[in-house]
């Protein structure tokens, strides 16, 4: 592919439903990176994975997000039970190894109501 | 550990100005050191890079050298243009740990 590609591109929801976000790294890229943006903020680290393995998990704001990876490829971050808190630019990156340029999806624009 | 300090902004500057974006970073080990751009509206791009001490990374009239002895990779353009505005990140790779980016700094060029 391209480019990293996440989709949706924007998400409007209700306070307490859950919402599967989703990240397609550029292919051949090991290593992928989850953050959060919220407005007129830095960026917030979440998650990486290396493969398929999530070595660290550190940035996870509470135990209503999770992440997962399959095959290598594709992400999917998930938030439970959503917050009007929760609202943020969520971004996701892969690289071809740690340490290596990050290249950034366009972003999932989040809002819960 | 590892983190990288970024100059604060909103940083306001009229066209041709020159420009200085301060960053400075705490690493173990040799980290990579890089500077991302974000345009209004748009995602996060790689705007240049310097893998080990002394290197200079440039790109698009912008530059940055990796100072080991100083910690810093501070960012340069000798004369700014109204398309320059933009969100500037200064981010720390490093083996074996996450990437770390600084907060961000906002330019607004003027014409």
């Known amino acids: 592919g391209a480019g990293v590609s996440q989709s949706p591109s924007n998400k409007v929801t209700e306070k307490g439903k859950d919402v599967e976000l989703r990240c397609d790294p550029i292919s051949g890229h090991t290593a992928l990176y989850w953050y959060r943006q919220s407005l007129g903020q830095g960026l917030e680290f979440l998650i990486y994975f290396q493969g398929n393995s999530a070595p660290d998990k550190s940035g996870l704001p509470s135990d209503r997000f999770s992440a997962e990876r399959t095959g290598g490829s594709v992400s999917t971050l998930t938030i439970q039970r959503t917050q009007q808190e929760d609202s943020a630019v969520y971004l996701c990156?892969?690289?071809?190894?740690?340490?290596?340029?990050?290249?950034f999806g366009p972003g999932t624009r989040l809002t819960v109501l | 550990g590892n983190s990288v300090t970024q100059m604060e902004g909103p940083v306001t500057l009229s066209e041709e100005a020159f420009l200085t974006i301060n960053c400075t970073y705490t690493?173990?080990?040799?980290?990579?050191l890089f500077w991302y751009v974000q345009y209004p509206g748009e995602g996060l791009q790689l705007l240049l890079k310097a893998t080990k001490a002394d290197d200079k990374g440039s790109n698009k009239g912008f530059e940055a050298t990796y100072r080991k002895e100083t910690t810093s990779f501070h960012l340069e353009k000798g004369s700014v243009q109204v398309s320059d505005s933009a969100v500037y990140f200064c981010?720390?790779?490093?083996?074996?740990?996450?990437?770390?980016f600084g907060t961000g700094t906002s330019l607004t060029v003027i014409p």
């Open positions: 981010a720390l790779g490093n083996t074996g740990n996450q990437f770390y």
């Open positions: 990156a892969s690289s071809l190894a740690q340490a290596n340029e990050q290249f």
């Open positions: 690493a173990t080990g040799y980290p990579s």
